[in-house]
């Protein structure tokens, strides 16, 4: 998922305070936030988000996806071969995100 809107709580039926990343960094800890990172006040996983990869603001190229926390090409990675973590066997390659495919 990319990015997550900010959580609201109130103390107060009549007021709404707004709980953002930025000041409150345990609210992308809690139940059903989209990831444990706080990135330009929005909660992400780095680890899996192509807009935040490994880091806050760090995108990956158009075709690679955030695998780890690290932009790989997916159709030509032996070890997120298709997918994260989808390891082609030894001796067997990657071609258009598939192991063994041969052209």
Known sequence: ?????PEK???NPRATVMMTCD????VCRSSGSPGPDCCRKQCV???ADGV???E???KCRYGDKCCGGSCVNVMYD???CGGCRS????GSSCRHGMCGYAS
């Open 52 to 54: 935040n990869c490994g």
């Open 23 to 26: 000041k409150f960094p345990r």
């Open 1 to 5: 998922m990319v990015g997550g809107s």
């Open 9 to 11: 709580y109130t103390t």
């Open 87 to 90: 390891r082609c066997a030894k």
């Open 56 to 58: 806050c603001g760090k």
């Open 78 to 80: 032996r070890g997120n």
């Open 45 to 47: 996983d780095v680890t």
